[in-house]
Nanobody, 125 residues
Framework: QVQLVESGGGLVQAGDSLKLSCRAS????????MGWFRQAPGKNNNESVA?????????LYSDSARGRFIISRDNAENTVNLQMSSLKPEDTAVYYC?????????????????WGQGIQVTVAS
């Protein structure tokens, strides 16, 4: 099992940047992929945002995140980051980091077994 704690959320203006971080503990961090997902207000489902393989070599992005967000990881610090730029009001959501069941990056929620509590990101227009 992996315990995950997100940080870095908050209220920003459209066009601003924000960096989310997620610290993991439990299973050896370099054994599994990591992902970021989000749930927008009024929606029941989580949307995939980005994923990164165990080594950091492979990264995947949703269409909405590609070109604006960058996922990275530091295996020595047991952290995964999501650098978000050119934020839009539609990026407003609760963001969750998740620990993969496997080492390979995936945008499928079913490939993740442990989830953080989530952190609010609000982008004002």
């Amino acid at each position: 099992q992996v315990q995950l704690v997100e940080s870095g959320g908050g209220l920003v203006q459209a066009g601003d940047s924000l960096k989310l971080s997620c610290r993991a503990s439990g299973r050896p961090f370099s054994n599994y992929a990591m992902g970021w997902f989000r749930q927008a207000p009024g929606k029941n489902n989580n949307e995939s945002v980005a994923a990164i393989s165990w080594s950091g070599v492979t990264t995947l992005y949703s269409d909405s995140a590609r070109g604006r967000f960058i996922i990275s990881r530091d295996n020595a610090e047991n952290t995964v980051n999501l650098q978000m730029s050119s934020l839009k009001p539609e990026d407003t959501a609760v963001y969750y980091c998740a620990a993969g069941l496997w080492a390979i990056a995936s945008l499928k929620q079913s490939e993740y077994g442990d989830w953080g509590q989530g952190i609010q990101v609000t982008v004002a227009s």
